[in-house]
């Protein structure tokens, strides 16, 4: 989007050609208006009622604005300035400034309930902002009126993800302390509204944040697209556009297939562990972007398989479907939003075909908005989360917060602030202003207590209080806060033995318990080859590899005691380590998973098989030579033009060149330790 300030301004220097073109065609505009260069700037407000109706119908661009007009003042704090905020009709909503030169502006009706449009008072940042839908600079005597040349403007306008017109953000002062990066400060202030605003719009939908610099993701450069479970693009920030080189109407007929050549399912299964990497996709143009995701529903999503007529995240290139949905559930597990257009299901995204999680689906199906809590129990790596936030998202209170908590995670000294929050001066190191606590924060929405068995006890007496009462009391504070929220807990525990041990609150599970629910354990589920297809295809969307038959019955046989995390983390590396091979081999898998293999092999029964298959080779003791042991079991795989195990040295090499031959950064990025890079290389020299 062009700037229209090309020069800063300075005394009676020139004005730069295109800037001056931009100041003249404003001041005919302002002449053909009927305006005058000297008459007076007229005070004109709307009536007090008038102008609450102007506030009401702008409420949520103030709730936006507010904090980040609060910051931006900070900035500029008595240097004789204000922040103005107005509609897109350019009225003056809402003013903060240094109390002098609020007292100045109003004498030019620069004020609240004041129209500050280019019909109202010619040529002046905020109306020219408007007419241009550009950031704006006028400088003392490039205002239309004389009366208003005491004042320097920097204006930018605020769009919603569709380009629609919400107001304009302008810093107004005495043009003698003109300083030329204000304007930087309040372009970046409106993208940050812009940015509130679209998160706020789209906070049930896959986010994703963009860069061709991956330092810059996380910043106020990135550009952010929302993306629907079809893979349709619905809105973008400026900084997408301006990185893309569309316009908001280009972007909207475009598809993350068509713009990134990726689709939804390998973008959740990507970001399906914390801390995940972000992702390299290219344009069309074949310009790279470094891509990263944000997406309150389902969260690491790797357990999905899908393939009912509803179902529009099913991954492409799947080589057997999932099991079919019968169509009564299908239609089932068709959500309504509040216009009553379907929307994905959370619910219906985690259905795989296996037996023990559709039994527990359908149990939640039933009691979904009734009031009744969830306790989800399971094994470490099972999935909890991810019921929960599929739960919160097929709920009522889908589009308010989802606020998880990980009871074991939190020190316990710092627990009770976390969920309760806290007054300011509360205890020492508290924040100056306080804090809202986790409760309040998931207020209107879902509060998730993972691990709630690791709660210390007497915080949960606590807990149980504000669950019955529903209020909150913050640390060092008398007054009570409302909340309403709907509560799942999730454990690896067993809470009936703590209870017969003292160590956890009957009367707390009894309130946590309305319906328990127990997520199988991977070993236990019929559906790891779908769960693997996942999995690859999200690692490599490009060239999908499959598993060997030998690797196929070794991941059948292991009792995965890490679950579905575990397996992730292990077809990760596979996924790096076969690099331009079709099959997933043995010696592709890490060293430590192997040995595992090893240690617990001797005592597996190999169950009784679906369908003829290659029987896995026994493992034999190996002899006492210094050879690797994955590349032992690389004897039955497929000869290739070079050794596996010379394309897993070359992987190594290549990775350690890339990172300036740093062996943590290289072991993080391949998913194996330290001690295996170094074994391996020496092995190999």
Same mark, same amino acid.
Request: net charge neutral; hydrophobic share 40%.
């Given at each position: 989007?062009?700037?229209?300030?090309?020069?800063?301004?300075?005394?009676?220097?020139?004005?730069?050609?295109?800037?001056?073109?931009?100041?003249?065609?404003?001041?005919?505009?302002?002449?053909?208006?009927?305006?005058?260069?000297?008459?007076?700037?007229?005070?004109?407000?709307?009536?007090?009622?008038?102008?609450?109706?102007?506030?009401?119908?702008?409420?949520?661009?103030?709730?936006?604005?507010?904090?980040?007009?609060?910051?931006?003042?900070?900035?500029?704090?008595?240097?004789?300035?204000?922040?103005?905020?107005?509609?897109?009709?350019?009225?003056?909503?809402?003013?903060?400034?240094?109390?002098?030169?609020?007292?100045?502006?109003?004498?030019?009706?620069?004020?609240?309930?004041?129209?500050?449009?280019?019909?109202?008072?010619?040529?002046?940042?905020?109306?020219?902002?408007?007419?241009?839908?550009?950031?704006?600079?006028?400088?003392?005597?490039?205002?239309?009126?004389?009366?208003?040349?005491?004042? &320097?403007?920097?204006?930018?306008?605020?769009?919603?993800?569709?380009?629609?017109?919400?107001?304009?953000?302008?810093?107004?002062?005495?043009?003698?302390?003109?300083?030329?990066?204000?304007?930087?400060?309040?372009?970046?202030? /409106?993208?940050?509204?812009?940015?509130?605003?679209?998160?706020?719009?789209?906070?049930?939908?896959?986010?994703?944040?963009?860069?061709?610099?991956?330092?810059?993701?996380?910043?106020?450069?990135?550009?952010?697209?929302?993306?629907?479970?079809?893979?349709?693009?619905?809105?973008?920030?400026?900084?997408?556009?301006?990185?893309?080189?569309?316009?908001?109407?280009?972007?909207?007929?475009?598809?993350?297939?068509?713009?990134?050549?990726? &689709?939804?399912?390998?973008?959740?299964?990507?970001?399906?562990?914390?801390?995940?990497?972000?992702?390299?996709?290219?344009?069309? &143009?074949?310009?790279?972007?470094?891509?990263?995701?944000?997406?309150?529903?389902?969260?690491?999503?790797?357990?999905?398989?899908?393939?009912? /007529?509803?179902?529009?995240?099913?991954?492409?290139?799947?080589?057997?479907?999932?099991?079919?949905?019968?169509?009564?559930?299908?239609?089932?597990?068709?959500?309504?939003?509040?216009?009553?257009?379907?929307?994905?299901?959370?619910?219906?995204?985690?259905?795989?075909?296996?037996?023990?999680?559709?039994?527990?689906?359908?149990?939640?199906?039933?009691?979904?908005?009734?009031?009744?809590?969830?306790?989800?129990?399971?094994?470490?790596?099972?999935?909890?989360?991810?019921?929960?936030?599929?739960?919160?998202?097929?709920?009522?209170?889908?589009?308010?917060?989802?606020?998880?908590?990980?009871?074991?995670?939190?020190?316990?000294?710092?627990?009770?602030?976390?969920?309760?929050?806290?007054?300011?001066?509360?205890?020492?190191?508290?924040?100056?202003?306080?804090?809202?606590?986790?409760?309040?924060?998931?207020?209107?929405?879902?509060?998730?207590?993972?691990?709630?068995?690791?709660?210390?006890?007497?915080?949960?007496?606590?807990?149980?209080?504000?669950?019955?009462?529903?209020?909150?009391?913050?640390?060092?504070?008398?007054?009570?806060?409302?909340?309403?929220?709907?509560?799942?807990?999730?454990?690896?525990?067993?809470?009936?033995?703590?209870?017969? /041990?003292?160590?956890?609150?009957?009367?707390?599970?009894?309130?946590?318990? !309305?319906?328990?629910?127990?997520?199988?354990?991977?070993?236990?589920?019929?559906?790891?080859?779908?769960?693997?297809?996942?999995?690859?295809?999200?690692?490599?969307?490009?060239?999908?590899?499959?598993?060997?038959?030998?690797?196929?019955?070794?991941?059948?046989?292991?009792?995965?005691?890490?679950?579905?995390?575990?397996?992730?983390?292990?077809?990760?590396?596979?996924?790096?380590?076969?690099?331009?091979?079709?099959?997933?081999?043995?010696?592709?898998?890490?060293?430590?998973?192997?040995?595992?293999?090893?240690?617990?092999?001797?005592?597996?029964?190999?169950?009784?098989?679906?369908?003829?298959?290659?029987?896995?080779?026994?493992?034999?003791?190996?002899?006492?030579?210094?050879?690797?042991?994955?590349?032992?079991?690389?004897?039955?795989?497929?000869?290739?033009?070079?050794?596996?195990?010379?394309?897993?040295?070359?992987?190594?090499?290549?990775?350690?060149?890339?990172?300036? !031959?740093?062996?943590?950064?290289?072991?993080?990025?391949?998913?194996?330790?330290?001690?295996?890079?170094?074994?391996?290389?020496?092995?190999?020299?």
């Amino acid at each position: 989007m062009p700037t229209i300030e090309t020069e800063a301004p300075g005394g009676a220097a020139p004005l730069a050609p295109p800037r001056q073109a931009f100041i003249e065609r404003s001041h005919q505009r302002s002449e053909a208006l009927g305006l005058k260069r000297h008459e007076k700037s007229g005070f004109d407000p709307l009536v007090r009622s008038d102008l609450n109706l102007a506030r009401e119908r702008n409420q949520r661009l103030y709730t936006h604005a507010a904090p980040v007009m609060q910051l931006l003042y900070e900035q500029i704090v008595n240097t004789e300035s204000m922040i103005v905020l107005t509609d897109a009709q350019g009225t003056i909503l809402h003013a903060v400034g240094d109390d002098s030169f609020l007292a100045r502006a109003h004498r030019v009706a620069l004020a609240p309930g004041e129209n500050w449009a280019e019909h109202a008072k010619g040529t002046n940042a905020i109306g020219t902002a408007l007419f241009e839908e550009a950031p704006t600079l006028v400088h003392g005597g490039e205002h239309f009126m004389h009366a208003n040349s005491f004042l &320097t403007c920097s204006a930018s306008p605020i769009f919603d993800p569709r380009g629609n017109m919400l107001g304009v953000l302008d810093v107004t002062g005495d043009h003698r302390g003109y300083h030329q990066h204000t304007m930087g400060l309040v372009r970046m202030s /409106a993208r940050m509204i812009e940015n509130h605003w679209l998160s706020d719009d789209y906070n049930n939908r896959l986010r994703l944040h963009f860069h061709t610099r991956p330092e810059f993701i996380g910043t106020l450069l990135e550009g952010i697209l929302v993306v629907s479970p079809e893979g349709r693009l619905l809105g973008a920030n400026r900084a997408a556009l301006d990185q893309l080189g569309m316009s908001g109407a280009e972007l909207r007929v475009r598809s993350l297939s068509s713009l990134f050549g990726t &689709t939804p399912a390998a973008i959740y299964d990507h970001f399906r562990m914390p801390l995940s990497p972000p992702m390299q996709l290219s344009l069309p &143009t074949g310009q790279t972007l470094f891509v990263s995701a944000r997406f309150d529903w389902p969260s690491r999503p790797v357990v999905a398989g899908l393939h009912a /007529a509803t179902d529009t995240v099913d991954m492409p290139g799947a080589r057997e479907p999932a099991p079919a949905v019968p169509a009564a559930d299908a239609v089932a597990d068709v959500a309504l939003d509040a216009t009553g257009a379907q929307r994905f299901s959370g619910l219906q995204y985690l259905r795989t075909g296996d037996p023990q999680l559709e039994t527990v689906i359908q149990k939640v199906k039933r009691v979904l908005d009734r009031g009744i809590p969830l306790l989800v129990l399971g094994e470490t790596g099972t999935g909890k989360e991810l019921l929960a936030r599929a739960v919160h998202h097929d709920s009522n209170r889908a589009r308010q917060p989802f606020v998880a908590v990980n009871c074991a995670s939190i020190p316990e000294s710092l627990i009770e602030a976390e969920l309760f929050g806290y007054e300011e001066g509360a205890f020492t190191g508290a924040r100056r202003k306080g804090a809202p606590g986790r409760l309040v924060q998931a207020n209107g929405g879902t509060l998730f207590l993972d691990e709630i068995g690791d709660m210390p006890l007497p915080l949960q007496a606590r807990l149980l209080r504000a669950l019955q009462e529903r209020s909150v009391t913050p640390l060092g504070s008398t007054k009570s806060i409302a909340v309403d929220i709907a509560v799942i807990g999730a454990t690896h525990r067993n809470l009936r033995e703590m209870i017969a /041990a003292q160590t956890f609150r009957e009367d707390l599970y009894y309130r946590l318990n !309305g319906l328990a629910l127990r997520l199988p354990a991977l070993r236990e589920r019929t559906d790891i080859e779908a769960i693997v297809r996942r999995i690859l295809q999200a690692e490599r969307p490009q060239d999908t590899p499959e598993l060997s038959p030998q690797v196929l019955a070794m991941f059948r046989r292991y009792q995965w005691p890490g679950n579905i995390r575990q397996l992730a983390n292990v077809l990760r590396t596979a996924a790096v380590m076969s690099a331009g091979e079709r099959l997933v081999t043995t010696a592709h898998l890490s060293d430590d998973f192997l040995e595992d293999i090893q240690r617990v092999v001797g005592v597996l029964t190999p169950p009784p098989a679906p369908a003829p298959m290659p029987a896995w080779p026994a493992y034999e003791a190996a002899p006492a030579l210094p050879a690797p042991p994955p590349v032992a079991f690389a004897t039955a795989e497929p000869a290739t033009a070079r050794t596996l195990g010379q394309a897993e040295i070359d992987m190594i090499r290549n990775t350690l060149d890339a990172v300036g !031959g740093n062996i943590s950064l290289a072991s993080k990025q391949l998913g194996i330790s330290r001690n295996t890079i170094y074994r391996k290389l020496r092995w190999n020299t």
